[in-house]
């Protein structure tokens, strides 16, 4: 698959995540296990290059992804884990934190 399908494919379903679990209480359980892997999986095939200038933001949507998950099932539970597991920097310091401003640059 071309790279910038790899990154949109992650980006879109990652910000899908994030939307879906953002102040819900019971989520689909299944339905996040799947998600979440195929996230994990699809992580893992970008490379360090493409990857690099993505992290700051992967670190906020799937940061905010776990803190919303923090509150349904736990601080240890396997999805939040996951998650974190691509998160490198700081997490951010709840579902709603937003103070990270997005950049565009021609």
């Excluded at 949507?61 to 539970?77: I, P």
């Amino acid at each position: 698959m071309h790279l910038y399908r790899q990154l949109y494919e992650f980006a879109a379903s990652a910000g899908a995540l994030e939307g879906y679990v953002y102040d819900r209480k019971d989520p689909d359980m299944r339905a996040l296990e799947i998600w979440v892997s195929n996230l994990k999986a699809a992580y893992a095939l970008l490379t360090q290059d493409a990857l690099d200038p993505l992290q700051p933001s992967v670190d906020q949507t799937l940061g905010r992804a776990s803190q919303s998950l923090v509150l349904s099932l736990g601080e240890k539970h396997d999805l939040v884990m996951k998650l974190r597991s691509m998160v490198k920097g700081e997490l951010p310091a709840s579902p709603d934190d937003f103070q990270k401003q997005k950049w565009f640059q021609r």
